[in-house]
């Protein structure tokens, strides 16, 4: 993620990393919770939209961001729909048809689907690495197709919606090598997160909740939606973008981790193969060969 505003720590690069993959770790788990509690999974993701959007509104506007216009501003919108509306609806919905690890392994699938789209959209080079690491990913969501586990349901609709959810967060690639360097990305998150919060509305059912279940959605819009992307964005500004990719993939083993823990989920040994090669290919395509010494991002 393009930087969000300025460093808010003195925290070294490789802790605000690691935060940031921590707290992305606990976004399966949170809605988890949430669902747990009565609440929707595209409900779920509309709080979570709407709340991290007032944050990011509040921020560009005390930081006085510029804000996107005209076409630029339509762009937003589309994005908007596509990897806000559409990515944490699929998220959650993968986390409530497969179980939160399984959705988190599933949406390092994203890198792969970025190196496709820069082939097929960007005329970016397909080389020996990028097909190797879509083998891989392939190789990894067979092996996971047949390896299961326990609390874990690998399914059609699991495996559709957590692909759908790497695919829509790849899109974040394209967009923000486009208008993360044109814009303050505060501005235009607060754009897209509302834009998405509104898509989201039309399929939402509301419905009564407790203070557990506020306190799930709060912490994802605060803490691993607003927070993370703070943490991430000030860490890259002085750690090499392939060093923060590699501490950023802790995300799914934080995410299984907790998810063993507090609701009894363990992918098989063949599944478990399948995440290490997906999460593999993902670390392959962070690897940049011509970046030989740490430098400033």
């Known amino acids: 993620m393009a930087a969000v505003g300025r460093p808010v720590t003195r925290l070294p690069a490789p802790l605000l990393i690691l935060a940031a993959a921590v707290l992305w770790g606990l976004l399966g788990i949170l809605g988890k919770q949430a ?18 959007g007032g944050l990011f509104t509040l921020h560009a506007g005390l930081t006085g961001a510029r804000w996107p216009r005209g076409r630029d501003l339509l762009v937003t919108v589309g994005f908007g729909v596509a990897g806000v509306s559409v990515f944490y609806g699929a998220y959650q ?32 080079r397909l080389g020996r ?36 959810a790497g695919f829509t967060y790849s899109l974040y690639y394209l967009y923000g090598k486009a208008f993360f360097t044109r814009y303050e990305p505060a501005a235009l998150l607060a754009v897209a997160l509302l834009v998405g919060a509104a898509g989201l509305l039309l399929f939402v059912d509301f419905t009564a909740k407790t203070v557990p279940v506020w306190a799930s959605l709060g912490g994802m819009a605060v ?75």
């Open 35 to 52: 669902q747990a509690g009565g609440v929707g999974p595209l409900e779920v993701a509309f709080w979570r939209a709407l709340l991290a």
């Open 93 to 124: 919905l993968a986390v409530q048809a497969g179980g939160a690890s399984l959705a988190s392994v599933l949406l390092y699938t994203a890198p792969a689907f970025v190196a496709l789209m820069g082939w097929a959209l960007l005329r970016e």
């Open 129 to 164: 690495r990028e097909l190797g690491a879509v083998a891989l990913t392939l190789g990894g969501i067979a092996l996971i197709s047949l390896g299961g586990g326990q609390g874990v349901t690998v399914s059609g609709p699991a495996l559709a919606w957590g692909l759908l």
């Open 223 to 297: 803490f691993c939606t607003y927070l993370a992307y703070l943490a991430y964005s000030a860490g890259l500004r002085s750690l090499p973008a392939t060093r923060a990719s590699v501490i950023a993939s802790l995300e799914p083993v934080v995410a299984a981790g907790l998810a063993a823990l507090l609701f009894g989920e363990r992918l098989a040994a063949l599944a478990l193969l399948g995440a290490a090669l997906v999460i593999g290919a993902a670390l392959l395509l962070s690897i940049n060969p011509d970046e030989a010494h740490p430098s400033a991002e």
